[in-house]
């Protein structure tokens, strides 16, 4: 197993995602002997879990459940937060905006719980590189576990610094610079030097439009270009199945009036499937600042 690469069976060791219902995924560390406790029942490991197929159904003495293969977008919604994190809707339009690519070297900070930095890697595999910054210690740490323990940490260098006053601690190697940290505009300088030199991609997440703006100040101060920022709002529509009543345009012009019979009443009615928006939608994540380094 590993988020980088796809495994058929489930094995001692493996972290796999176990699918309750839409709204009740986890995370469980497959081990030889070992029990989960679940609302539909005991689940354990060495008969329910090892040898089976990822994707298979298992029953429990109160129900039944998926259990999948981990990828990045399953971990953003199963993950164990240590902090707020990035959900699909952004990650995507991050990456592609970053022009990631199998071999890109990235850099990013502040780490947190490691949404993105998942999404990242299995972006940059086999042969790019991760170099991603936290600040705080322990999350440091659990973060750099949580790589070894996915099988990912050969693609992954954790450092414990702050990135505002160290940097990321490369210098000339990065072609995109991810950060999410409450001051950005500070590290934008350790960003440009962490860059190649031949250009690359800068992306700042910010909740906070005044953060946005003291960035793009930062951002054209130290000479880069195409700064744009963008919102990006996920809208939900709820299906739903509604019955209307077809419109009663009266008698027919052409017909007499001795030949029309006493008219009944008509209830004629069209069931369809259609959509409504929800009334209450929290919308704002964060602001994406783009940039680009000019090449030099």
Request: aromatic share 8%.
């Amino acid at each position: 197993m590993s988020f980088v690469e796809y495994s058929d069976f489930i094995q001692d060791g493996d972290v796999a995602i176990l699918y309750l219902s839409h709204n009740n995924v986890m995370p469980v560390k497959v081990q030889q002997g070992a029990q989960t406790q679940t609302r539909y029942g005991v689940i354990r490991h060495s008969t329910d879990l090892i040898g089976q197929r990822y994707g298979s159904k298992v029953t429990c003495s109160k129900g039944w459940f998926h259990v999948l293969h981990p990828t990045p977008e399953l971990w953003t919604v199963a993950l164990p937060h240590r902090t707020q994190i990035l959900y699909t809707t952004d990650i995507a339009f991050i990456t592609m905006m970053l022009e990631l690519k199998p071999g890109s070297i990235v850099c990013e900070s502040g780490t947190g719980s490691g949404s993105l930095s998942h999404a990242i890697l299995r972006t940059i595999a086999p042969t790019g590189h991760l170099h991603t910054v936290e600040f705080h210690q322990q999350r440091a740490e659990k973060v750099a576990e949580e790589f070894k323990e996915h099988r990912v940490d050969h693609l992954v260098t954790v450092r414990n610094q702050d990135v505002c006053k160290d940097g990321f601690g490369v210098t000339g190697v990065a072609d995109a610079v991810f950060l999410d940290i409450p001051s950005p505009w500070d590290a934008v300088g350790h960003a440009k030097v962490a860059m190649k030199k031949h250009g690359g991609r800068l992306c700042s997440f910010s909740p906070c439009i005044e953060q946005v703006q003291k960035t793009c100040e930062a951002l054209q101060d130290q000479g880069f270009e195409d700064i744009s920022t963008t919102e990006v709002l996920l809208r939900e529509h709820d299906v739903r199945t509604v019955s209307l009543p077809l419109p009663d345009f009266g008698p027919d012009p052409e017909t007499t009036e001795e030949a029309t019979p006493a008219a009944a009443p008509n209830h004629a009615s069209i069931t369809l499937k259609t959509t409504t928006l929800p009334r209450e939608m929290p919308g704002h994540t964060g602001y994406l600042t783009f940039a680009t380094k000019p090449r030099t």
